[in-house]
């Protein structure tokens, strides 16, 4: 039966609510999909460098994953059983404690949360007040932890933070470093250095006036804080010194975890071992699924502290071990390096004919291309300002040509690229060429109505 997309995006408008995101920008309707393509009830095929905002590391319908949901269905095992112990999941967490870091695996507890990142962020900042028996809460500027109360709280767009009046009293929000946008002015390893001595005095200030805190809670990168890597330095340095203050290092691992970032983990750039870290996307293999791993120390909450109907889903923990496992056997860590560095290099060398592109960041296939004002004057490290507008056009041509990205970072200018690990290398090419066109498209556009209005003027 034909489907019709313009009435299904009548409707949708009609009856879905003013908070729905993705669907205003990116008007398509997906009827079947498979690996990193989608196609819509228009006719049309589409690249999707989405993948679920990282939920699906191998593409969309994996066979993998596929088979293992079949085989669950087929067996007759119950589909929702609370927090009840299963051979599926016996299973998924006996995978995922193999790939978890050592030094936590080796004295870990897994705590299965509601089907969201967010869920798992508002677990693992209870459980560290919990088993310290502080309130207060480090977190950074640029952080997105999700849209729940106590993620909200930590995360540091004031856009969707402040609408909702959301009570974040006792976080502490430190600058997260960088080089392009550096919140010192100085940039490089010196705005990195300043970031760790300013963290250091603050912990040993006894006039600091910090709530004390009971956990310290950062992202290897930021993803919706426009895609930028903590510095492998100053992310030693912050595991030193919340350890030396006794303070529970958590690494929110939703987005980057599950070798999107070229390793394993984030964390494991910097050869850091958190003291829980929060998984979630990836790791259900395209379901939801959501969980905590932390060191046992830490397991002083009492029987029913986090709870929520849906822990136990079986689909995707069958889905999730599979993945876990291709991912493994196809070393989709080294495919994810080695095609985020072709990717980048290809924006990079674009950049020197594209004055748009301020800078392309990221690790593995995890990739911001920074869109900027083209005849914007630059500031003291060179950057020229944030062009949103121009983003979004971006945006536009982008999924004109087939492809399908979203915006990010704080002024959301920041192309962000997360395809499937599985992306092939003629798709990587083809993403790459497409989006550059869709710039220079934009680009062209763009300038042309900045010198019109300002002829007018």
């Given at each position: 039966?034909?489907?019709?997309?313009?009435?299904?995006?009548?409707?949708?408008?009609?009856?879905?609510?003013?908070?729905?995101?993705?669907?205003?920008?990116?008007?398509?309707?997906?009827?079947?999909?498979?690996?990193?393509?989608?196609?819509?009830?228009?006719?049309?095929?589409?690249?999707?460098?989405?993948?679920?905002?990282?939920?699906?590391?191998?593409?969309?319908?994996?066979?993998?994953?596929?088979?293992?949901?079949?085989?669950?269905?087929?067996?007759?095992?119950?589909?929702?059983?609370?927090?009840?112990?299963?051979?599926?999941?016996?299973?998924?967490?006996?995978?995922?404690?193999?790939?978890?870091?050592?030094?936590?695996?080796?004295?870990?507890?897994?705590?299965?949360?509601?089907?969201?990142?967010?869920?798992?962020?508002?677990?693992?900042?209870?459980?560290?007040?919990?088993?310290?028996?502080?309130?207060?809460?480090?977190?950074?500027?640029?952080?997105?932890?999700?849209?729940?109360?106590?993620?909200?709280?930590?995360?540091?767009?004031?856009?969707?933070?402040?609408?909702?009046?959301?009570?974040?009293?006792?976080?502490?929000?430190?600058?997260?470093p960088q080089s392009f946008r550096c919140p010192y002015g100085v940039g490089g390893a010196e705005?990195?250095?300043?970031?760790?001595?300013?963290?250091r005095r603050l912990l040993d200030d006894p006039g600091s006036g910090l709530t004390p805190p009971a956990a310290l809670i950062v992202e290897p990168v930021q993803g919706e804080?426009?895609?930028?890597?903590?510095?492998?330095?100053?992310?030693?340095?912050?595991?030193?010194?919340?350890?030396?203050?006794?303070?529970?290092?958590?690494?929110?691992?939703?987005?980057?975890?599950?070798?999107?970032?070229?390793?394993?983990?984030?964390?494991?750039?910097?050869?850091?071992?958190?003291?829980?870290?929060?998984?979630?996307?990836?790791?259900?293999?395209?379901?939801?699924?959501?969980?905590?791993?932390?060191?046992?120390?830490?397991?002083?909450?009492?029987?029913?502290?986090?709870?929520?109907?849906?822990?136990?889903?079986?689909?995707?923990?069958?889905?999730?071990?599979?993945?876990?496992?291709?991912?493994?056997?196809?070393?989709?860590?080294?495919?994810?390096?080695?095609?985020?560095?072709?990717?980048?290099?290809?924006?990079?060398?674009?950049?020197?004919?594209?004055?748009?592109?301020?800078?392309?960041?990221?690790?593995?296939?995890?990739?911001?291309?920074?869109?900027?004002?083209?005849?914007?004057?630059?500031?003291?490290?060179?950057?020229?300002?944030?062009?949103?507008?121009?983003?979004?056009?971006?945006?536009?041509?982008?999924?004109?040509?087939?492809?399908?990205?979203?915006?990010?970072?704080?002024?959301?200018?920041?192309?962000?690229?997360?395809?499937?690990?599985?992306?092939?290398?003629?798709?990587?090419?083809?993403?790459?060429?497409?989006?550059?066109?869709?710039?220079?498209?934009?680009?062209?556009?763009?300038?042309?109505?900045?010198?019109?209005?300002?002829?007018?003027?």
């Amino acid at each position: 039966m034909a489907v019709s997309s313009t009435a299904i995006l009548d409707r949708q408008r009609d009856r879905e609510s003013a908070a729905r995101s993705y669907a205003r920008h990116l008007p398509i309707v997906p009827v079947r999909a498979e690996g990193m393509t989608i196609y819509g009830a228009d006719g049309r095929a589409y690249l999707d460098c989405l993948s679920g905002a990282g939920v699906l590391a191998l593409g969309h319908n994996h066979p993998v994953a596929v088979a293992a949901i079949r085989r669950v269905l087929d067996s007759g095992a119950p589909l929702h059983v609370l927090d009840l112990a299963t051979p599926i999941k016996d299973e998924f967490t006996e995978t995922l404690l193999g790939i978890l870091p050592p030094d936590l695996a080796r004295d870990a507890r897994i705590h299965f949360c509601g089907p969201s990142g967010a869920d798992a962020v508002e677990a693992a900042i209870k459980l560290a007040r919990i088993a310290t028996g502080n309130t207060g809460l480090i977190a950074f500027t640029g952080a997105y932890h999700g849209m729940t109360a106590g993620a909200l709280a930590a995360t540091g767009n004031n856009a969707i933070r402040m609408p909702t009046r959301v009570n974040d009293a006792g976080v502490t929000r430190l600058p997260y470093p960088q080089s392009f946008r550096c919140p010192y002015g100085v940039g490089g390893a010196e705005g990195a250095r300043i970031a760790t001595e300013q963290l250091r005095r603050l912990l040993d200030d006894p006039g600091s006036g910090l709530t004390p805190p009971a956990a310290l809670i950062v992202e290897p990168v930021q993803g919706e804080g426009g895609v930028i890597p903590a510095p492998d330095e100053w992310l030693r340095a912050v595991r030193t010194q919340s350890a030396a203050h006794g303070i529970p290092l958590i690494a929110d691992e939703v987005q980057t975890g599950l070798a999107r970032t070229g390793e394993l983990w984030g964390v494991d750039h910097a050869g850091v071992t958190p003291d829980v870290m929060v998984l979630s996307k990836a790791i259900g293999g395209g379901l939801p699924l959501a969980v905590i791993a932390y060191r046992s120390s830490l397991d002083l909450w009492a029987e029913g502290a986090h709870t929520g109907t849906f822990r136990g889903q079986q689909l995707a923990m069958a889905a999730g071990t599979a993945t876990i496992r291709y991912v493994m056997e196809h070393d989709l860590s080294t495919r994810a390096r080695k095609s985020g560095e072709e990717i980048r290099t290809a924006f990079e060398g674009a950049a020197d004919e594209l004055p748009a592109i301020g800078e392309v960041r990221g690790r593995g296939l995890m990739l911001g291309v920074e869109l900027v004002e083209p005849d914007g004057a630059p500031d003291a490290l060179g950057a020229r300002p944030a062009a949103p507008e121009l983003a979004h056009a971006v945006r536009g041509a982008a999924l004109s040509r087939g492809v399908l990205v979203e915006l990010g970072g704080r002024h959301g200018s920041v192309l962000r690229l997360l395809p499937p690990l599985t992306i092939t290398d003629l798709e990587a090419e083809q993403v790459v060429s497409l989006l550059i066109d869709s710039i220079e498209e934009a680009q062209g556009r763009y300038s042309r109505l900045r010198a019109q209005a300002g002829a007018r003027a």
